[in-house]
């Protein structure tokens, strides 16, 4: 369900294989469930995407703090990997998915599923933690046992990876003011197609970028950071989670 690149080179072209967008809007629609009949583990799921959330805030609240990039910082916390659950958006993408392939510029189109994908991924490896963590309140320490226990380690590459080629995506309509003309022209009919909702999800994130200037600094912090984040919790060293400038070499400020 991945998207297959149409030619080597260049972030910005992808070609997206018949049925993916289908495939990937069904999946995240079960992750939704995934602990139907399980109030216990459902409210712990919860808590971990709030505690996570909060992470991801400590460990780029240079970025947040600055006026520059705070949007940009909220729509990849709050829409991409947040704690909220956009049932009604999946369906609207259930219902217009082919209507999308005519309405949206490809490279927004691209940038969509790749939301898509990452909240797939996401939700996946959310419910792996919530059955490894121990019980009690979530620290630093019982969160990095059960991101060990879990593994997972290519995934948790491909996470990070998602975060930066959606940003690359968006950067990149934000840069074409053919296509950005295009996103706003299709709001009127995503509006009475009944997914305006989905619309102003994908509207938001380029405005956040388009206030940036230039998210290519941006981009490589969050990476970088996570990252680092990722090999510390992997070599089992003390949890880096409190990454700021002068401390890893993706700082935007």
């Not at 070599?235 to 993706?250: I, T, W, Y």
């Amino acid at each position: 369900m991945k998207l297959r690149a149409s030619h080597p080179g260049g972030p910005h072209r992808r070609r997206i294989e018949p049925g993916t967008l289908h495939k990937l809007l069904t999946r995240n629609a079960e992750l939704r469930d995934v602990f139907r009949g399980e109030p216990e583990l459902a409210r712990r799921l919860k808590d971990l995407q709030t505690w996570q959330s909060r992470r991801l805030l400590r460990t780029h609240k240079d970025l947040h703090d600055d006026p520059r990039y705070r949007q940009a910082v909220d729509f990849f916390i709050g829409e991409l990997y947040g704690s909220g659950d956009p049932r009604a958006r999946d369906r609207d993408l259930l219902k217009v998915e082919r209507m999308m392939d005519r309405l949206l510029p490809p490279d927004a189109l691209a940038a969509l599923c790749l939301a898509i994908e990452l909240e797939v991924l996401s939700q996946e490896l959310d419910a792996d933690l919530v059955r490894a963590l121990p019980e009690g309140p979530i620290t630093d320490d019982g969160y990095a046992d059960a991101y060990r226990s879990v593994g997972r380690r290519t995934d948790r590459n491909r996470q990070i990876d998602l975060m930066h080629r959606i940003g690359e995506y968006l950067e990149g309509v934000v840069r074409k003011p053919i296509v950005r003309a295009l996103v706003h022209l299709a709001r009127g009919p995503a509006h009475a197609a009944g997914f305006g909702g989905l619309q102003d999800f994908l509207e938001r994130g380029l405005v956040a970028f388009e206030n940036m200037g230039g998210a290519e600094q941006f981009l490589a912090a969050i990476r970088d950071r996570e990252r680092q984040a990722m090999e510390g919790l992997f070599a089992s060293r003390a949890v880096p989670l409190d990454a700021q400038p002068g401390e890893d070499r993706g700082s935007a400020a």
